[in-house]
């Protein structure tokens, strides 16, 4: 039901851009997280059901933006300034009743890799 794209490999410093589309109801919050090989899952982002309110992790804060279409369930994350520690497995998530950090996401993607080489 949620299907991301845009992962792959950046070199430390550079920038990637992931998608994620959702079909069915609009989802109250959609957000990213992610997790890096030996650690938990981690929250990324999240973002309200237009968009317009948000919040990130302090680790990418500054460095990444999600961003959502008005009324649509896709949601983006660019993220620039990349370096080592960004690698994992990134995933976007939706709820229908929440969004942000706590939100209890019931529906995830499959995850696409990102890699970041020094």
């Known amino acids: 039901q949620l299907v991301e794209s845009g992962g792959g490999l950046a070199q430390a410093g550079g920038s990637l851009r992931l998608s994620c589309a959702a079909s069915g109801r609009i989802f109250a919050g959609m957000g990213w997280f992610r997790q890096a090989p030996g650690k938990e899952r981690e929250f990324v982002a999240g973002?309200?059901?237009?968009?317009?309110?948000?919040s990130y992790a302090a680790s990418v804060k500054g460095r990444f933006s999600i961003s959502r279409e008005r009324n649509r369930n896709t949601v983006y994350l660019q993220m620039n300034s990349l370096n080592p520690e960004d690698t994992a497995i990134y995933y976007c998530?939706?709820?229908?009743?929440?969004?942000?950090?706590?939100?209890?996401?019931?529906?995830w993607g499959q995850g696409t890799q990102v890699t970041v080489s020094s």
């Open positions: 973002t309200n059901w237009d968009g317009s309110e948000s």
């Open positions: 998530a939706a709820d229908t009743g929440d969004w942000g950090p706590t939100a209890t996401y019931h529906y």
